[in-house]
């Protein structure tokens, strides 16, 4: 794994979320994004090398529209760069990780992403992701 691409925040509303981390932050999100696979609209923040991924559920049959009824807003995932994601989705399985999907689909950003399921990762979900070159 290179480095921590993002944070990922499941959100109410986007709009609303837009208005208090641009608050926080000090400046606006730079890209709003819909993933019609994963049935979310996320929006991005770039904080020094950093970035913050909004996401909101635009079905209720969504991943995030799930967690939030389950846990409530906030942070949803931890994703990592990775130079090769199918050598590196090889890599956890043979080290006893289990992906929540069996290959990597399109997701946000113009990336390759793939899930740990998180009963294997301290409850923490994982994301890899890799840059679609």
Known sequence: M???EHIGIAV???ENANKLFASLFGV???KIENV???HVATSFFKIGDDKIELLEATSPESAISKFIKKK?????HIAF???NIYAEIERLKNEGFQMIHDAPKKGADNK???FLHPKLTN????ELCQEIK
């Open 2 to 4: 290179k480095k921590i």
């Open 36 to 38: 019609e696979s994963e």
């Open 123 to 126: 409850g923490v979900l994982i």
């Open 72 to 76: 409530g807003e906030g942070v949803h």
């Open 12 to 14: 109410r509303s986007l």
């Open 28 to 30: 606006e999100h730079y």
């Open 112 to 114: 390759l992403i793939c």
């Open 81 to 83: 760069e990775v130079e």
